[in-house]
């Protein structure tokens, strides 16, 4: 649906995206290729469009998680090329080899299915990986890797021309770990060379690896959490690249009471009125990946001040405390007043990084956890561009 009835909605600045990305180009060595990671819906914020103007700022490649991802990103038109991070099945090579899509390389079995596709015009794009100490996926150096290496760079339906390795810990302010793993690949890297083998993209670095350790990142930055404008650990130097958020979740109050003393809110009555108190009512809940575990500690904006959520947080609804906004000085609240949950609003700001805190996680999740139902809606110099809104997803 292009458009959205309900008031929440999460807006996404395509401007702080393109900044972020000329962040990150200028930050590292000229020549790297610069990956977009728009797995998980684009860490939450819409991966068509993400990726659409990922493509327009003149990103190198895209970066999803599993074969569904970029099938969906072909079916909405991106001709980018797409490289499968995670596992791909041996029975669905062909299909990513009809697609154009390159995979991440790293099992016997798929490696045999990709050897044996029958001949067509194209070849399979791959990525070789190789775990040098994430323990996730890829090839582990002390293991027969050199006879995977020789076997994929011998198939001749098989184009092997990415190998990679994915950094642990890249955003602790010890790289004690990271350089092993730095070492590791280099070992990797030094016998390709040996063997005169050209795999024209060698990557390993992330955000925090683009921030930190440009010069380790190889030919191509796999970049996610640092394009949407949050960084990836508190421990990495902020100053080095500056970054704005680029989503911003709102919503409007609805409801507007005055509730007497000893008045229950929500669910439990857990939080009960000791005084008057004015309440808003927000249509947004648990349901929309503002988590009921936020219950009795977030805050939202409003009038650019912070005011406490009341009682427990409900699956499409959660109240508020307006008292604190309405200062004698001010009128008193409306219904239709906005809202910001997390983001900026006025002089004041809710970090995504607050709500993560709250929640015991990283910023990561709570972007990605933003349901689909929440209709993303995108921006350009101020003005609404377009809207996503998938709420029966
Ligand atoms: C293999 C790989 N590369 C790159 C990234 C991007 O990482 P970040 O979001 O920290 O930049 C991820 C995300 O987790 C990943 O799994």
């Known amino acids: ?45 819409g991966a068509v469009e993400i990726s659409k103007e990922a493509v327009r700022c003149g990103i190198d490649y ?4 599993f074969l569904d991802e970029a099938v969906c990103l072909r079916q909405a038109g991106i001709t980018a090329p797409i490289l499968v991070l995670g596992y791909v099945a041996a029975d669905t090579v062909g299909l990513a080899r009809e697609l154009d899509i390159t995979i991440t390389l790293f099992r016997q079995d798929v490696l045999e299915a990709a050897a044996v ?19 996730r996926l890829g090839l582990m150096p002390h293991e027969s890797w050199q006879s995977f290496l020789e076997q994929a ?16 810990s890249a955003d602790e302010a010890d790289k004690t770990y990271t350089a092993l793993q730095h070492e590791r690949f280099s070992q990797v890297i030094g016998y390709i060379e040996e063997r005169g083998w050209d795999i024209p ?10 921030i930190e350790l440009p010069e380790w990142t190889g030919g191509m930055l796999r970049l996610g959490i640092g394009m949407y404008g949050l960084y990836p650990s508190d421990e990495v130097n902020q100053q080095r690249i500056l970054l704005e958020p680029v989503m911003t979740l709102k919503t409007e109050i609805v409801m507007v009471k005055q509730v007497p003393p000893g008045w229950g809110i929500s669910y439990g009555t857990v939080y009960v009125a000791d005084a008057e108190e004015r309440i808003g009512t927000l249509p947004i809940g648990y349901a929309d990946g503002y988590s009921r575990m936020l219950t009795g500690k977030a805050e939202v904006l409003l009038r650019g001040r912070r ?5 427990r947080i409900c ?19 409306q219904e239709g007043e906005e809202i910001v949950l997390y983001g900026r609003q006025g002089d004041e700001q809710i970090p995504v990084e607050e709500i993560a805190a709250l929640l015991g996680t990283v910023n990561y999740e709570i972007t ?26």
């Open 1 to 45: 649906m292009m458009n959205y009835y309900r008031p929440t909605r999460a807006e996404i600045s395509l401007d702080a995206l393109a900044s972020n990305l000329a962040a990150f180009r200028n930050a590292i060595p000229a020549g790297t290729r610069l990956m977009a990671s728009v797995k998980a819906n684009a860490y939450g914020h």
């Open 62 to 65: 895209l970066g999803v998680a």
């Open 117 to 135: 596709l029958p001949p067509s015009g194209k070849r399979l794009k791959v990525h070789l990986k190789i775990d040098t100490g994430m323990g």
């Open 153 to 168: 760079m011998t198939a001749p339906g098989i184009e092997v021309e990415g190998v990679y390795t994915h950094f642990a």
């Open 201 to 210: 993209i060698k990557h390993a670095g992330n955000s925090a690896t683009g």
């Open 307 to 311: 005011v406490p959520v009341r009682g």
């Open 315 to 333: 699956m499409d609804q959660c109240m508020i405390s307006l008292d604190n906004a309405a200062g004698a000085d001010q009128l008193p609240v």
């Open 368 to 393: 990605c956890m933003l349901a689909a139902r929440v209709a993303r809606v995108y921006t350009r110099g101020g003005q609404n561009l377009s809207v996503s809104n998938c709420s029966l997803m």
